[in-house]
């Protein structure tokens, strides 16, 4: 499992938050919001603290009211990280269940799913535990774009097999996944000519800043929206 950030600020986990619906999709419960007719859909791929983060729901409501049709899926089948400090909490055997290669099986039946409904483009988008399934996802053209948002146990050979635009939003203060390592991955990224990619990192701000900032905390407000604002505006360039 990765560093004591990946579990820091849990969120109060809300199943009724957002203006959209749960349904089952390729077989997982998935919180979907949008035009559901829509072509365009994006996969939005939690942290550890799963699907029914609101912070996470509030996002995919606002990419849903660009247009999109926005799947967020339970990937950890009901059993998300809610008390990282029980000590009855098995961090070890919790992170073999649910590890990122299982994720990345189920994301390629929730992207099936999306397309037997008719969508033509899909983006996926991943924070922390997403972001390595998202990359994953990125080493395929099952995906027109992807965006990592201060993602986890990313490695360079992710990098290196990356095929698709690519968007990632690092923070300053992060353990898990350094500034450094980041623009390094930036470096590899930008010699790849056939397609897009970005690296940008937030000043000031740690691991999971964009999904687990309190609502309260209006620099952090802010600074989770700047990076909203680009996810979307990567997959509104991209998805199409």
């Not at 959209?20 to 603290?49: C, E, M, R, W």
């Not at 290669?101 to 535990?129: P, R």
């Not at 992710?158 to 991955?185: T, Y």
């Not at 930036?186 to 309190?214: C, M, N, Q």
């Amino acid at each position: 499992m990765s560093s004591s950030q990946c579990f820091e600020n849990p969120p109060s986990l809300s199943p009724t938050s957002g203006a959209g619906n749960v349904q089952d999709l390729g077989g997982l419960q998935t919180y979907l919001a949008g035009p559901p007719h829509s072509k365009l859909a994006i996969l939005l791929i939690s942290d550890v603290f799963g699907y029914e983060a609101p912070n996470l729901r509030k996002l995919a409501d606002k990419v849903a009211a660009a247009g999109f049709f926005v799947a967020v899926p339970d990937f950890f089948f009901g059993d998300p990280i809610i008390r990282f400090d029980d000590p009855q909490f098995d961090r070890e055997s919790w992170g073999k269940a649910h590890n990122t290669d299982k994720g990345y099986e189920d994301a390629k039946a929730i992207i099936a799913a999306l397309k037997s409904k008719g969508a033509s483009a899909i983006g996926a988008a991943g924070f922390c535990w997403g972001g390595k399934v998202a990359v994953k996802l990125a080493s395929s053209t099952d995906i027109k774009a992807a965006v990592l948002l201060h993602p986890s146990r990313v490695t360079e050979d992710d990098i290196n097999d990356v095929k698709v635009p690519i968007a990632i939003l690092g923070a300053e203060k992060d353990h898990v996944s350094p500034p450094e390592q980041m623009k390094q991955f930036g470096e590899k990224l930008s010699v790849k000519s056939e397609f897009d990619s970005l690296v940008k990192i937030f000043p000031g701000v740690a691991h999971g800043w964009t999904v687990r900032y309190k609502v309260e905390d209006e620099l952090a407000v802010r600074s989770a929206e700047e990076a909203h604002l680009d996810m979307l505006n990567w997959l509104t360039k991209c998805v199409k």
